[in-house]
Structures are given as structure tokens and as C-alpha cells.
Nanobody, 122 residues
Framework: QVQLVESGGGLVQAGGSLRLSCAASGRTFSGSAMGWFRQAPGKDREFVAAITWSDERTLADSVKGRFTISRDSTKSMVYLQMNSLKPDDTAVYYC????????????????WGQGTQVTVSS
């Protein structure tokens, strides 16, 4: 059974940092892209970042220069380093394993974690 488990969310003041982690088990994602999405209350789930098996990275414009995605394939881990956090970054953040299609689209991902809450206070 494939499992993606996120951790590292929490409450932080604006301007602060958090590092989210995603642990994958049940199958290897070393040959697949992995992504991070987020969903704020009352809003659609939106793309945040993706990283391919060859470490090519794609970031949403809203987080460029502030967020960094990385992976450690030997440990089946994916990370999202979030700096200079803003209240607008408040959301549940989801880790996802890519299946096929464009990296920015949630329908392209067949595996999802349960999410971790990130709250940024002003």
C-alpha cells in the first residue's frame, strides 16, 4: 500500500520559515516526479512546487524566491523549505506522487498524503 505522510506544519509568524517533509512508502518514487500542493479554506487546491527524478524543479510564481523543493531518493523523502512566509501561505499542504501529465495539475498525481496544516499569522 502506497503511503505519503507529510510532517513539519505548524503556526509561524509572517516572515518566518518552516520545512515540510514527505515520507513515501509502499513503492519507489525515485523514477517519478513529486509535488507539493496546498488548499486554503474555500479555495481550490493549487500547485506549489514539483521536482522530477532528475531534480528539475518547477515552482508556482507565488512562491518563487521563497520556497525550495528538494528530494532525497535514497530515503524516499521530499522536502519543501518555506521562507519569508506570508499570511496568504496559510493552507493545508499536500505531498503528491506524479503519475502522468503536466506537473502543475493535481489530476496528474495519483498518490496523495493526508496533508499538514500551515498557519502564518500576521
Amino acid at each position: 500500500q502506497v503511503q505519503l505522510v507529510e510532517s513539519g506544519g505548524g503556526l509561524v509568524q509572517a516572515g518566518g520559515s518552516l520545512r515540510l517533509s514527505c515520507a513515501a512508502s509502499g513503492r519507489t518514487f525515485s523514477g517519478s516526479a513529486m509535488g507539493w500542493f496546498r488548499q486554503a479554506p474555500g479555495k481550490d487546491r493549487e500547485f506549489v512546487a514539483a521536482i522530477t527524478w532528475s531534480d528539475e524543479r518547477t515552482l508556482a510564481d507565488s512562491v518563487k524566491g521563497r520556497f525550495t523543493i528538494s528530494r532525497d531518493s535514497t530515503k524516499s523523502m521530499v522536502y519543501l523549505q518555506m521562507n519569508s512566509l506570508k499570511p496568504d501561505d496559510t493552507a493545508v499542504y499536500y505531498c503528491a506522487g506524479h503519475s502522468s501529465g503536466g506537473y502543475r495539475y493535481s489530476l496528474s498525481y495519483g498518490y496523495w498524503g493526508q496533508g499538514t496544516q500551515v498557519t502564518v499569522s500576521s
